[in-house]
């Protein structure tokens, strides 16, 4: 798989743990849920960047 296409599996995947955990946050009213994902937002560039290393240092 190209390095092109794993960036977009895991920017995807990113986007859906975001609105998942802003949906749980706002319907069981969780607190942390809303950290978790406003976190994941503000970090999202270097987060896919560490996701994008270790898929690299465990495919090797």
Do not use: D
């Amino acid at each position: 798989m190209t390095i092109e296409k794993q960036r977009h599996y895991l920017l995807y995947g990113n986007r859906a743990v975001i609105y998942v955990a802003s949906l749980v946050g706002l319907f069981y009213e969780v607190n942390i849920a809303y950290v978790v994902a406003l976190t994941l937002w503000l970090w999202l560039p270097q987060c896919l960047l560490l996701e994008l290393n270790l898929l690299k240092a465990l495919r090797h």
